[in-house]
Nanobody
Framework: VQLQASGGGLVQPGGSLRLSCAVS????????MAWFRQSPGKEREFVAT????????YYGGSAKGRFTISRDNYKNTVYLQMGSLKPEDTAVYYC??????????????????WGQGTQVTVSS
């Protein structure tokens, strides 16, 4: 199973960005999916998760009200729409897949497959 994250870049504070994560080689429609992020010197932080059907989502405190996770099971892709971006959102963003597709989890150890990460930099 391979996860390919894309869509990162440089954006000004207050701006928006949409990340994508394309999954290949597995049964995407059965996976719970998540986004995490990590800044230099910090632990990996949970951002958002979505269950296999897209009917259940859950967000970390920093993402609530500003980010939206969604998925397209026909395109084998999960998205993270980010808005009202702040400099503290600067990080490498990783997508992850839980092949058991159970209740969405905030813990990195629950996820079996990881993408390579995409850099998001929020700066003026």
């Amino acid at each position: 199973v391979q996860l390919q994250a894309s869509g990162g870049g440089l954006v000004q504070p207050g701006g928006s960005l949409r990340l994508s994560c394309a999954v290949s080689g597995g049964t995407f429609s059965s996976y719970a999916m998540a986004w995490f992020r990590q800044s230099p010197g910090k632990e990996r932080e949970f951002v958002a998760t979505i269950n296999w059907s897209g009917s259940t989502t859950y967000y970390g405190g920093s993402a609530k009200g500003r980010f939206t996770i969604s998925r397209d099971n026909y395109k084998n892709t999960v998205y993270l729409q980010m808005g009202s971006l702040k400099p503290e959102d600067t990080a490498v963003y990783y997508c992850a897949a839980d092949r058991l597709g159970g209740a969405p989890s905030t813990r990195p150890t629950e996820y079996d497959y990881w993408g390579q990460g995409t850099q998001v930099t929020v700066s003026s």
